[in-house]
C-alpha cells in the first residue's frame, strides 16, 4: 500500500487545514488509518485513528473538539480536518495504515506510512 499526504500549508493561529491521504496498491477498507506528526527534536505522537467498522474515531486529547478524521473507503482516502489550529499543532503530518485494524494509537502498530506533509501555525 502507498499512501500520499497532502493538503499542508502554512497559516495562521484560528485557521482551518484539510488534509487527504490517498491510498494506492491495495484497498484500505479494512484498515484502521491514523494520523501522526512530528515536530523538529520530538517523537512522532499520535494525532487521531478512525477505525474500520462502526466509525469508530480516536483522539488525542490535544486535538479532541477540534480535529476531525473521516475516511471514504470507496475513494480509498482518508481526510484530517484541522479548525482552530494553534502555533502548537506546527509539525510534519504523517497518514499510517494498520492492517490488522487494531485501533491503537501505538504507531509501531502501523504497517504503513505516507511521506508527510508540513502544517506550519504561526501566531
Known amino acids: 500500500v502507498q499512501l500520499q499526504a497532502s493538503g499542508g500549508g502554512l497559516v495562521q493561529a484560528g485557521d482551518s487545514l484539510r488534509l487527504s491521504c490517498v491510498a494506492s496498491?491495495?484497498?484500505?477498507?479494512?484498515?484502521?488509518m491514523g494520523w501522526f506528526r512530528q515536530s523538529p527534536g520530538k517523537e512522532r505522537e499520535f494525532v487521531a485513528a478512525?477505525?474500520?467498522?462502526?466509525?469508530?474515531?480516536i483522539y488525542v486529547d490535544a486535538v479532541k473538539g477540534r480535529f476531525t478524521i473521516s475516511r471514504d473507503n470507496a475513494k480509498n482516502t482518508v481526510w484530517l480536518q484541522m479548525n482552530s489550529l494553534k502555533p502548537e499543532d506546527t509539525a510534519v503530518y504523517y497518514c499510517?495504515?494498520?492492517?490488522?485494524?487494531?485501533?491503537?494509537?501505538?504507531?509501531?502498530?502501523?504497517?504503513?506510512w505516507g511521506q508527510g506533509t508540513q502544517v506550519t501555525v504561526s501566531s
Open positions: 499510517a495504515g494498520d492492517r490488522t485494524n487494531a485501533a491503537t494509537s501505538d504507531r509501531n502498530k502501523y504497517d504503513y
Open positions: 496498491g491495495q484497498t484500505i477498507n479494512t484498515y484502521t
Open positions: 478512525a477505525v474500520y467498522q462502526n466509525s469508530r474515531t
